[in-house]
């Protein structure tokens, strides 16, 4: 079942230790998956063995990772409650960092973020109604009285351009993300 409050106060929380992060982000981009590295999977499992907690290993992965709106969330609710078991050793644990990992990532999500404002943080990260995690069954579609929240959350998004702002328009964007969520107690409102 899918709550369709959030947590408001964990949201806080998460929006500000995203912010706290920026600086540390390997690299913030659109449309690369929420998690990805230039490491390959068995580089990556190296990586995550060398560290004891989730939490240690989430602040590893922001170092060493790109992430986009909803990756930065998930590793810093991660990195916030300890609450997630990161593949260390296997041959499926190559699942984690593909699809099976974005369903686990947006499962831990849901417990912080309705569906519709994940979608929405999405929307305006990546400046499209791009739907997340469809090929995992976490799609949100928006109803037509939806659309105008849809349509508000890319704009929010487009105010901040590569053309503008060049190679920092994605920390920039995320942040602002951020900073909503924290100014409307724990919701993205674009």
Not at 9 to 34: F, H, Q
Not at 145 to 156: C, L, M, S, T
Request: net charge negative.
């Amino acid at each position: 079942m899918i709550l369709q409050t959030n947590d408001r106060e964990m949201a806080i929380k998460v929006a500000t230790d995203v912010i706290d992060s920026i600086s540390i982000l390997r690299n913030v981009s659109r449309a690369t998956g929420y998690v990805t590295s230039d490491e390959t999977t068995y580089g990556i499992i190296r990586l995550l063995a060398t560290k004891e907690t989730s939490n240690e290993q989430a602040q590893l992965l922001k170092k060493t990772c790109t992430v986009c709106a909803l990756g930065a969330c998930f590793l810093s609710l991660v990195s916030i409650d300890n609450k997630f078991t990161f593949p260390t050793q296997g041959s499926d644990t190559w699942m984690y960092f593909g699809n099976g990992f974005l369903s686990k990532s947006m499962e831990r999500l849901m417990d912080v973020f309705t569906p519709e404002q994940m979608a929405l943080m999405e929307n305006a990260f990546e400046c499209s109604y791009a739907s997340y995690a469809q090929s995992n069954g976490y799609s949100y579609s928006f109803s037509p009285d939806h659309q105008e929240k849809r349509n508000r959350a890319i704009e929010f998004g487009g105010n901040f351009t590569y053309l503008k702002y060049g190679d920092d328009v994605g920390r920039l964007r995320l942040r602002a993300i951020m900073e909503n969520v924290i100014q409307n107690n724990g919701e993205f409102i674009p």
